[in-house]
């Protein structure tokens, strides 16, 4: 029988993992805003370029996120059905594959395509 206590502290971090993962969004969105703003005041392309970078290590960084997430929910599934040993809080690392999953995901990769092609857009009109 699972321990109550043991699946809220599963559940506990599950929630800093989906709370993690919108920080990210939103200073992803807040970066490339301004770094957008500026390149297009200054004319340089290369202020708008650097928002790729941003864009593509933020994505990375969600997704690594939501891979651990799933990682948890998984354990939270197995301690739930007594599958799991008593107060494990232990995970697999993810792994490539994981974070690859991840940023197919319809949170991750909708807001991340958009940038990218918002910021070529921008790269284009500069």
Same mark, same amino acid.
Do not use: C
């Given at each position: ?22 920080? #990210? ?7 490339? *805003? ?16 650097? *928002?790729?970078?941003?864009? *593509? *290590?933020? &994505?990375? =960084? +969600? @997704?690594?996120?939501?891979? #651990? ?5 998984? =354990? ?13 809080? +232990? #995970?697999?690392?993810? &792994?490539?594959? +994981? ?5 197919? @995901? ?21």
């Amino acid at each position: 029988m699972p321990s109550e206590q043991h699946l809220q502290m599963i559940q506990s971090v599950i929630t800093r993992m989906a709370n993690q993962s919108s920080t #990210i969004k939103g200073w992803m969105i807040t970066v490339v *805003a301004a770094l957008l703003s500026i390149g297009a005041a200054s004319k340089r392309s290369a202020i708008i370029a650097l *928002a790729l970078y941003v864009v *593509a *290590a933020m &994505g990375l =960084l +969600d @997704s690594y996120y939501l891979a #651990i997430e799933r990682k948890y929910r998984a =354990l939270y599934r197995s301690v739930a059905a007594g599958l799991a040993e008593q107060w494990t809080m +232990d #995970i697999e690392k993810p &792994g490539l594959k +994981d974070v690859s999953s991840a940023l197919k @995901s319809p949170s991750t990769s909708i807001l991340y395509s958009a940038t990218f092609i918002l910021i070529f857009g921008a790269l284009y009109l500069i």
